[in-house]
C-alpha cells in the first residue's frame, strides 16, 4: 500500500484529435500499476504545465500526431523551467519525424516514441526514468 | 522557508508537493499537516457523490466557475477540487479522468485541482482524502469540492467527510428506482437531478421525491465509536424547525443550467448547519472518526510488531486444527502469543 505510486500526466497538447494513441498509452501505464491524469484534447502548453504542477506528476506524456511537437514541446519545457518542475521527465510518442528527434532530446526529453511501439517498452522506460531500474 | 510557511502563503509547487507526501503516507508531509493543522476549520467541504457518469465532474467544473466568476454582489471564493477514481484492484493503477471535465478552471490561480485514486479504499474516498481537504483549508481555499469515485454503494464516507453532500442522479440510467440507492436519504443534503436537457427527466425527479416523502425522516448518518448508525428524527431533541429537507434540483452541467439555484441551495445549507450548530457536531464526529481509525490503524501496526510471525501462525494453526476458538486464539494472540 506504501508503495510509493507512479503519477502520469498523459496529455494532447495543440489542435490534434487523434486521441487513440494516448489512450492506449494511458491504459497500459495504468495496466502497468501507475496512476495516470488524463486530461483529454486540445490542451495548450500552458494546461500541460499546470496539470503537471497540481498534481505532482513524476512523468508528462505528450502525445502529439499533428506535426506541431516543434512548437509545443520547447514551449512544455520553458514554462516547466519557470515553475520550478524541471525534475519532470517528459515522453513523446505520435508521429515525429526522425531527423526531429535529436532536437527533442536536446531540449531535455528522455524518449521519443512513434507508430508500432510496444506499450511495454514505454512502461520500461518510464520505470527506469523515475524509479532509475527497470521493470522488476 | 519551511513547508507549512510555503503553503500558508500560497505557493502552489510547496502545496501539491506536501499533497503527495501525505497521499505517500511520508512522516514529513504528517509532521507538516500537524503544523497546518491549527489554520483548518474555515472552509467549506462539499461532497459530490453519485453513480457512475452522472455528470459528477461537470457539475464540479460548473460550481467552480460560479464561484470564481460569480455574478455582480456575489463574493468571488478560492476554489480547491479534489476529485477521486477508482484504482484498479490487480495491478494498484488508475486513470483518472475528471479533469477532462474541467478544463474551464485552467490557469485560474483561484483554483487547484488535485486527482486521486481510491488505492483500495472502497467508501468513494482515498484513505488521505481528509488530510489532503485539510492541507487545502489550511492553504485558504474557501470552498473545498469532493468528487467521489462513481461507484454506486451507500457512500457514507463522502457524508461524513463533507459539511454538504450532493447526490446527483441522471435520467436514463435504467430503471429510475432501481438506479436511485435506498441509502441515499441519508447522506444527500441536496439532490441533484442532472442531464436535466434529457428525456426522462420528470421520472426521475418524481421517483426521488416519492422516496422523500416514503422514506423514515431519518437524520443523516453519525458515527459513534467506530460505528455508523443514522439517527431517527424523532428522538433527536431538535424541533422541527429545524429539519433540512433535501431540496430537489435540475440541472443541465454541460450548459450551466440550474447553477444559481444551486449554489443557493449550497448556501443556505451551510447557513442551516450553522444556525442549527449542526456544523460544530459534523465538525466534531468527523474528527472524533478520524481519530478513531487512526488509533485502530496503529493498534494493529505496534500489535502486529510485538507478536512474531511464527506465533502467529502457530496460533492460526491451533484454530484451524479446532483446537481453539477465536476468541481464544485472539485472547492469546492480543497478550503477546502463545508463550506469553
Ligand atoms: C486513425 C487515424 C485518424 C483518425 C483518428 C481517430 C482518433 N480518435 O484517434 C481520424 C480519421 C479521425 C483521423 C483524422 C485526421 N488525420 Co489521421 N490518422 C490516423 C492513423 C491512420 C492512425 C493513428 C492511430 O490511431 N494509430 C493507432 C495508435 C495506437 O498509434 P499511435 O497514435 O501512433 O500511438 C503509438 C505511438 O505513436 C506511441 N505514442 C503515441 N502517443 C504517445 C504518447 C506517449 C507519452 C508515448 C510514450 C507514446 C505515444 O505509442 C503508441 C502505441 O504504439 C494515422 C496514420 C498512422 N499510421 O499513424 C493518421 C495520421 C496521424 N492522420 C493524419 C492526418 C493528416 C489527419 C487529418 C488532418 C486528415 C484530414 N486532412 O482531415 C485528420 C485530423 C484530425 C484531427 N482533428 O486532428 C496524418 C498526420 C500527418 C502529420 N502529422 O504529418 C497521419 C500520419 C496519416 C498520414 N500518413 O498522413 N486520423
Ligand atoms: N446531456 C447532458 N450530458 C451531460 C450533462 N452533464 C454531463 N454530461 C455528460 O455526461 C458524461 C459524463 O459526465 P461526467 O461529468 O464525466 O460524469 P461523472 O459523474 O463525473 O463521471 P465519473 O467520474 O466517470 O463517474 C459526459 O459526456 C458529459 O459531457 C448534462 O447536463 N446533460
Ligand atoms: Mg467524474
Known amino acids: 500500500m506504501s508503495e510509493r505510486k507512479i503519477r502520469v500526466l498523459v496529455a494532447k497538447p495543440g489542435l490534434d484529435g487523434h486521441d487513440r ?49 516543434m512548437a509545443l514541446v520547447p514551449r512544455v519545457f520553458e514554462i516547466l523551467a519557470a515553475n520550478g ?52 | 522557508m519551511s513547508l507549512a510557511t510555503s503553503v500558508l502563503a500560497g505557493e502552489r509547487l510547496a502545496m501539491a508537493r506536501l499533497l503527495s507526501q501525505i497521499e505517500n503516507d511520508e512522516p514529513g508531509g504528517w509532521e507538516t499537516l500537524g503544523e497546518l493543522f491549527p489554520h483548518t476549520g474555515q472552509a467549506h467541504l462539499v461532497g459530490v457523490t453519485g453513480a457512475p457518469g452522472t455528470g459528477k465532474s461537470s457539475l464540479v467544473n460548473r460550481l467552480a466557475h460560479y464561484y470564481r466568476n460569480p455574478p455582480a454582489g456575489e463574493p468571488q471564493r478560492k476554489i480547491a477540487v479534489v476529485a477521486v477514481d477508482p484504482s484498479s484492484p490487480f495491478t494498484g493503477g488508475a486513470i483518472l479522468g475528471d479533469r477532462v471535465r474541467m478544463r474551464d478552471l485552467s490557469g485560474d490561480p483561484g483554483v487547484f485541482i488535485r486527482s486521486m485514486a481510491a488505492r ?77 436537457d434529457r428525456p426522462g427527466v420528470e421520472n426521475t425527479e418524481r421517483a426521488l421525491r416519492s422516496m422523500l416523502e416514503l422514506g423514515h425522516p431519518t437524520r443523516r448518518v453519525v458515527n459513534h465509536h467506530g460505528v455508523v448508525e443514522s439517527i431517527d428524527i424523532n428522538s433527536a431533541e431538535k424541533d422541527f424547525e429545524s429539519l433540512w429537507i433535501p431540496p430537489i434540483l435540475r440541472t443541465v452541467a454541460t450548459k450551466g443550467d440550474g447553477l444559481p439555484d444551486l449554489v443557493r441551495a449550497i448556501a443556505d445549507h451551510l447557513e442551516h448547519l450553522e444556525t442549527t450548530g449542526e456544523r460544530h457536531d459534523r465538525d466534531r464526529t468527523r474528527l472524533q472518526s478520524e481519530l478513531e481509525q487512526l488509533i485502530q490503524g496503529n493498534l494493529v501496526s505496534r500489535w502486529r510488531k510485538e507478536v512474531p510471525d511464527s506465533k502467529y501462525q502457530e496460533i492460526l494453526e491451533s484454530l484451524i486444527a479446532r483446537q481453539m476458538s477465536p476468541h481464544q486464539a485472539a485472547e492469546i494472540l492480543m497478550n503477546g502469543g502463545p508463550t506469553a
Open chain 1, 85 to 136: 518542475q524541471e525534475h519532470v521527465k517528459v515522453f513523446v510518442g505520435g508521429i515525429i519525424p526522425d531527423e526531429d528527434v535529436p532536437r527533442l532530446m536536446e531540449i531535455g526529453v528522455v524518449g521519443v516514441y512513434g507508430p508500432g511501439t510496444l506499450t511495454g517498452d514505454i512502461i520500461d522506460d518510464v520505470r527506469q526514468a523515475v524509479v532509475g531500474a527497470p521493470a522488476a
Open chain 2, 120 to 196: 483500495g479504499s472502497l467508501g468513494g474516498l482515498a484513505p488521505t482524502t481528509s488530510s489532503m481537504v485539510q492541507v487545502f483549508d489550511a492553504a485558504g481555499f474557501e470552498i473545498i469540492l469532493i468528487e467521489t469515485v462513481g461507484a454506486g454503494q451507500a457512500e457514507v464516507d463522502i457524508a461524513r467527510l463533507a459539511h454538504t453532500t450532493l447526490v446527483v442522479e441522471a435520467p436514463g440510467l435504467g430503471d429510475e428506482i432501481q438506479a436511485i440507492k435506498a441509502g441515499i436519504l441519508e447522506i444527500a443534503d441536496i439532490l441533484v437531478v442532472n442531464k436535466a
Open chain 1, 21 to 69: 494513441g494516448a489512450k492506449v498509452v494511458a491504459r497500459a501505464l495504468r495496466d502497468a500499476g501507475m496512476e495516470v491524469i488524463y486530461t483529454g484534447l486540445r490542451q495548450t502548453p500552458e494546461m500541460v504545465a499546470e496539470v503537471a504542477l497540481q498534481e505532482d506528476v513524476d512523468v508528462i506524456g505528450l502525445s502529439i500526431l499533428s506535426g506541431a511537437h
